[in-house]
């Protein structure tokens, strides 16, 4: 178990209590953070750490929580792909794909929800809940269900069936709220008081530090070597704050020299981080999400907003955003040239990186590493499918279809 040092807000430095339930700062209400003490590195660790079982809790001695009490999927150390052919069509010579869609619930989700449970289990929690675009409600769900504690789960009524679908077989109990993520998410928060859950909102700092396993995986899959560019689809801001604070952490300890350029990946009709870096603002000021394909990152008041814009910022990177027809089309690359169908949120790191490689700040010889977050069967649909053929089951039908390529 990683030692956690100190529990304290990174904007205003207010001091936490780490043995008190997850709370954001009481002066100026910033998610807090946990700092691990790092003292235990010893010469060899990361030796070890390469030959333990593959999985996210290899890095245990990073994590706040007790590993041999970890609730696991085995989740973690998802394939960092080479992906050629769609380097190619992005005019990058030095792409690599982090395919997160290949998690147990097929979403980034896992990565904190593995240390949340652990953490509620460990704490002896009655039940555990969240409120979620449709993934992390998922990932609670099978967690919980792994930990043998009940989970509450509330969703937008408008979430992919296919999500709501998943949380149910896994025993939640949902709710479907009429009304945004944005609302969902508020009244999650007045629920959370009056039913005493354990949360496993992007507020609670526990949670938070499995998503720095990003930043682990891909400095040794990259043999040290740190990339230029990371892009990763953001909706609360974790993805982004988390994979920097892992990757400063590695700076710390000598293991990595520099940081990578962050870059946060938003839908245009939800970008109030990309409003804000582009604003030169302090803050990050809550906007009313749009409709958009990119269900999954519809947040209007990013949870981790201001800390997003902080991690881009101090490490040189970018906010920028992209419509829903180039997140479809970057969604039909990755799906036609990468063989990965994501669901659209997902894409928002690859349609960024072109965006950003077209404008001349990212250049084609730079190392850059687009996090793909959430797998396509979540939100089934819109890529444009190749024709589908109906045909009797005789050759002379499946001849006739083949020559006139006519789709039914
Ligand atoms: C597929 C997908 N990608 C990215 C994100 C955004 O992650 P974060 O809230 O850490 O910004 C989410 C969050 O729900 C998601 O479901
Ligand atoms: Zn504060």
Same mark, same amino acid.
Request: with cysteine; proline share 7%.
């Given at each position: 178990m990683g030692r956690p040092a100190r529990l304290a807000c990174p904007r205003c430095g207010e001091p936490g209590d780490l043995a008190a339930p997850p709370a954001v700062c009481a002066r100026c209400g910033t998610v807090m953070e946990i700092e691990i003490?790092?003292?235990?590195?010893?010469? &060899?660790l990361a030796e070890r750490i390469r030959r333990r %079982?593959? &999985?996210?809790?290899?890095?245990?001695?990073?994590? %706040?929580?007790?590993a041999s009490r970890g609730i696991t999927l085995g989740e973690g150390d998802t394939p960092l792909l080479n992906a050629p052919r769609l380097a190619r069509e992005l005019g990058l010579e030095r792409l690599r794909v982090k395919n997160d869609t290949v998690l147990p619930t097929g979403s980034l989700k896992d990565r904190s929800v593995t240390v949340a449970l652990t953490h509620a289990r460990t704490l002896g929690a009655g039940a555990v809940g969240v409120a979620s675009s449709g993934n992390h409600a998922a990932s609670v769900a099978a967690y919980a269900a792994a930990a043998g504690v009940p989970a509450v789960v509330m969703v937008p009524a408008a979430t992919s069936p296919a999500k709501v679908l998943q949380a149910r077989a896994h025993g939640a109990t949902l709710l479907a709220v009429r009304a945004s993520f944005d609302a969902t998410f508020a009244l999650f928060k007045e629920a959370l008081k009056a039913f005493g859950w354990y949360s496993c909102l992007s507020t609670n700092p526990w949670r938070n530090e499995g998503k720095k396993s990003y930043a682990f995986e891909t400095w040794e899959d990259l043999r040290g070597e740190t990339p230029d560019w990371i892009l990763h689809p953001v909706g609360g801001g974790l993805g982004v704050t988390a994979c920097w604070k892992g990757w400063r952490e590695l700076v710390e300890l000598g293991w990595a020299s520099r940081v990578p350029r962050m870059v946060a990946a938003q839908p245009t009709a939800a970008d109030p981080i990309t409003r804000a870096f582009e604003a030169g603002a302090d803050d990050v000021a809550p906007i009313a999400a749009a409709d958009t394909v990119a269900q999954a990152i519809a947040v209007g008041a990013p949870s981790l907003g201001w800390r997003c814009l902080d991690a881009v910022r101090r490490s040189s990177g970018a906010a920028a955003s992209a419509t829903d027809a180039e997140l479809l089309e970057a969604q039909a690359l990755l799906a036609r040239t990468a063989g990965i169908y994501c669901e659209p949120s997902a894409a928002a790191s690859v349609a960024v990186a072109r965006r950003l490689r077209r404008d001349g700040r990212?250049?084609?010889?730079d190392l850059v590493v687009c996090v793909v977050t959430g797998h396509g069967l979540k939100q089934p649909g819109p890529v444009e499918p190749a024709p589908m053929h109906t045909v009797e089951p005789t050759l002379a039908a499946v001849e006739a279809a083949l020559s006139k390529g006519d789709p039914t």
């Amino acid at each position: 178990m990683g030692r956690p040092a100190r529990l304290a807000c990174p904007r205003c430095g207010e001091p936490g209590d780490l043995a008190a339930p997850p709370a954001v700062c009481a002066r100026c209400g910033t998610v807090m953070e946990i700092e691990i003490d790092l003292g235990f590195a010893r010469p &060899g660790l990361a030796e070890r750490i390469r030959r333990r %079982p593959r &999985g996210l809790w290899r890095w245990h001695e990073f994590l %706040p929580v007790d590993a041999s009490r970890g609730i696991t999927l085995g989740e973690g150390d998802t394939p960092l792909l080479n992906a050629p052919r769609l380097a190619r069509e992005l005019g990058l010579e030095r792409l690599r794909v982090k395919n997160d869609t290949v998690l147990p619930t097929g979403s980034l989700k896992d990565r904190s929800v593995t240390v949340a449970l652990t953490h509620a289990r460990t704490l002896g929690a009655g039940a555990v809940g969240v409120a979620s675009s449709g993934n992390h409600a998922a990932s609670v769900a099978a967690y919980a269900a792994a930990a043998g504690v009940p989970a509450v789960v509330m969703v937008p009524a408008a979430t992919s069936p296919a999500k709501v679908l998943q949380a149910r077989a896994h025993g939640a109990t949902l709710l479907a709220v009429r009304a945004s993520f944005d609302a969902t998410f508020a009244l999650f928060k007045e629920a959370l008081k009056a039913f005493g859950w354990y949360s496993c909102l992007s507020t609670n700092p526990w949670r938070n530090e499995g998503k720095k396993s990003y930043a682990f995986e891909t400095w040794e899959d990259l043999r040290g070597e740190t990339p230029d560019w990371i892009l990763h689809p953001v909706g609360g801001g974790l993805g982004v704050t988390a994979c920097w604070k892992g990757w400063r952490e590695l700076v710390e300890l000598g293991w990595a020299s520099r940081v990578p350029r962050m870059v946060a990946a938003q839908p245009t009709a939800a970008d109030p981080i990309t409003r804000a870096f582009e604003a030169g603002a302090d803050d990050v000021a809550p906007i009313a999400a749009a409709d958009t394909v990119a269900q999954a990152i519809a947040v209007g008041a990013p949870s981790l907003g201001w800390r997003c814009l902080d991690a881009v910022r101090r490490s040189s990177g970018a906010a920028a955003s992209a419509t829903d027809a180039e997140l479809l089309e970057a969604q039909a690359l990755l799906a036609r040239t990468a063989g990965i169908y994501c669901e659209p949120s997902a894409a928002a790191s690859v349609a960024v990186a072109r965006r950003l490689r077209r404008d001349g700040r990212i250049k084609a010889t730079d190392l850059v590493v687009c996090v793909v977050t959430g797998h396509g069967l979540k939100q089934p649909g819109p890529v444009e499918p190749a024709p589908m053929h109906t045909v009797e089951p005789t050759l002379a039908a499946v001849e006739a279809a083949l020559s006139k390529g006519d789709p039914t």
